[in-house]
């Protein structure tokens, strides 16, 4: 009873860092006494029930870690003793002691964790005092039960830091002097991906990002229920597709904060009556907001701009932001290039995995694919298409969007935008290096200064690390041109909007 008591009061999984600390010397001294007592069966008895009792103090001292190195310490060592003598119980101590016994103490630690601790909230924020984790506002448990931006929960947070407490001590965070919450392990911080704009684009890039466990996802939009629901329901799917990672649905940019990349799918669609001025008028607006908020939420984060028009939008984004060139990209050259090659794939009929494409240009019909640079299974689309048919494929896939809009007649494509999203930000939470066609800022590539337009990137840990030139022919310079001259002229809109 004593120890189900002491239990409840146990600290939530921030003590973990004294848990570990402390668990050596609580656990070295259980060892010592049960190895004291362990020579006899009574005293094997005698050691495992004191192991036990003190489990429920060991939960409020020293963690659960601390109880299961006593109960192994006091049930597992004194058992050569019943049985063997001389040498042979001197080995098996021995192998109990380092081999055995570190592992078994992993599985055991969260156990108990869970069983005795696991329910308390924090006991070092003010607010977490004395209460359960049931009485505490959503968001104060994310932000404070999670502040390594550990896993979804206090098992798998409590697993994680067993593990890495007792496998690799890692290099620590430099938390300031006020901060006292427990050194955290760098190699276990996980990735922060925020999207702003809950609506089909954005939570459909959430529900993949946290599919392919890229990290920690926050869904923020202006209507709480949208947010909160979509964040819920994406959450609850993780049960059945088996997905680790928090999604969290939110109206306040203060949850994003420190995200590593940011999403902005905020604004407004295509509607009929609204002009293009309008519609560049109104996600002007919207997006210079965002920006301002993400750039005092988080500073470092690479920033994915995929709100139309995108490369006017992204232009906005990048004077807003104020971050280098490195981490403000747009999204666009990747969907338009995954139209094409779905269209070369099916006209083929082989697999599109094996279809290789790149798209230059301005996103929507200015877009400039790029069939010399097609390859299919390493041949040249060139050699198996005729050029009419190459020319019919390119044009469908420059109205890819438009023909979806057409079809669904209350929105514009989602699926696979989102899935190009979600292959850029990969790209860079994992350190890829892969080469995408991106909307970039260029400063002089292409012969293009200080505008976004579509070309290839390598992208990395740190967003864009370069631009990728290569030599165009005459045509594809000739059509690259046009295009880059529609983005000029959507930028100059801008200006005379005076937005
Ligand atoms: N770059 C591309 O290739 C590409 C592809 C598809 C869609 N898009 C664009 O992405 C944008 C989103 O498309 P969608 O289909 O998801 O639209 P949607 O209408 O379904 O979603 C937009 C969401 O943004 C939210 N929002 C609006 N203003 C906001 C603000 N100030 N702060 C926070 N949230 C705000 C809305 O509440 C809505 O939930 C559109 O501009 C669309 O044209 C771009």
Known sequence: M???KEARTAPCIHDVGELAASAAATTTAAATAAAATGATGAGAATGAGAAVAGAGAAVTEAGAKAAAGAFLSAGLYPLPGLFLRGKAQALTKLVLRKVLRPYLSLILSPVLHLILGQNRACAKHPEGQG???RQLPDQHEHLLCCRYRGTMNHWHTSTFWSTAT????????????GDQSPEVPMPFRRKKISIIGAGQVGATCALMAASRDMGDVVLLDRAEGTAKG???????AGAVQLFDGTVHGTIDYADTAGSDVVVVTAGSPRRPGL????????NAGVVSSCCREIRNTSPEAVVIM?????DAMTFIAHRELGFPRQRVLGMAGVLDSARFRTFVAEELGVSVRDVQALVLGGHGDSMVPMPRHCFVGGVPLTQLLTPERIQALVERARRGGDEIVGLLATGSAYYAPAASIVQMAEAILRNQRRILPCAALLEGEYGVEGLFVGVPCLLGGGGLERVCEFELDETERAAFERSVAKVRALVDDLSRLGL
């Open 2 to 4: 004593r120890g189900r």
């Open 131 to 133: 209460k359960s984790k």
């Open 166 to 177: 007792a496998l690799t001590p890692g290099p620590k965070i430099d938390k300031g002097q």
């Open 230 to 236: 979509k964040a819920l329901d994406i959450l609850q």
């Open 275 to 282: 002009t293009r001025d309008d519609l560049l008028a109104i």
């Open 306 to 310: 995929v709100t139309n028009p995108l």
